[in-house]
């Protein structure tokens, strides 16, 4: 099936840090990738969606700057955690689709970002 | 190695009828189950969990069924109506707040 690699799975860095997670697609061409943050309470929010060769689409909230996301190919995607701090602190995690729409997401396996 | 498996990428039902949506997965180790429900350029909205203490979980019209032994469970949407049509995932923790896998989503469709 389908397989989404995220990388890496978990990451300890000091605060001013800038981190950088990367998610692939490994067998098929992801349109569209979606980077999420997951809080407590199993509560996921969407931080911003990617399309291959355009800006980034972020929600309400999420800093542009803060959060980067490139998109530079059919199966990369990165976002990279800039000047991170220990309220940064959390798991991402990515998902790709061939589509929009109702098409499926496959999720990667997240990434452990803890800022000391 | 996926984890958490949805093999059935779509489902498609009557207005009315039963909505059985399944999922399987092989970490033994995970404790914590959770269906979440995605509408197009949405994040995914949690509907219903359940542990591994128990094998049933209700919450209106929506039951989720948890085999251990099997590694399976199930979400019943009943009676299932054209505003349930979405995409469901499946997830799976070690404990509840833990990080979560996904499984790849079942596109339900249903029909008036």
């Known amino acids: 099936g389908a397989v989404v690699s995220q990388h890496p799975s978990w990451v300890i860095c000091k605060s001013g840090t800038s981190v950088k997670i990367e998610c692939r697609s490994l067998d098929f061409q992801a349109t569209t990738m979606f980077w999420y943050r997951q809080f407590p309470k199993q509560s996921l929010m969407l931080m911003a969606t990617s399309n291959e060769g355009s800006k980034a689409t972020y929600e309400q909230g999420v800093e542009k700057d803060k959060f980067l996301i490139n998109h530079a190919s059919l199966t990369l995607s990165t976002l990279t955690v800039t000047s991170a701090h220990p309220e940064d602190s959390s798991f991402y995690i990515c998902s790709a689709s061939p589509g929009t729409g109702m098409q499926p997401q496959h999720f990667g396996d997240g990434t452990r970002l803890s800022i000391l | 190695d996926q984890q958490v498996k949805q093999n059935s990428p779509s489902l498609s039902v009557q207005e009315g009828r039963i909505s059985i949506l399944n999922c399987d997965y092989t970490n033994s180790m995970f404790d914590y189950f959770l269906w979440y429900k995605k509408y197009p350029a949405e994040g995914p909205t949690f509907l219903i969990s359940i542990s591994s203490i128990k094998d049933k979980n209700e919450d209106g019209r929506f039951t989720v069924f948890l085999n251990k032994s099997a590694k399976h469970l199930s979400l019943h949407i009943v009676p299932s109506q054209p505003g349930d049509s979405a995409v469901y995932f499946c997830?799976?923790?070690?404990?509840?707040?833990?990080?979560?896998?996904f499984g790849a989503g079942t596109r339900l469709t249903v029909k008036p």
């Open positions: 997830a799976a923790s070690a404990r509840y707040g833990d990080d979560m896998r």
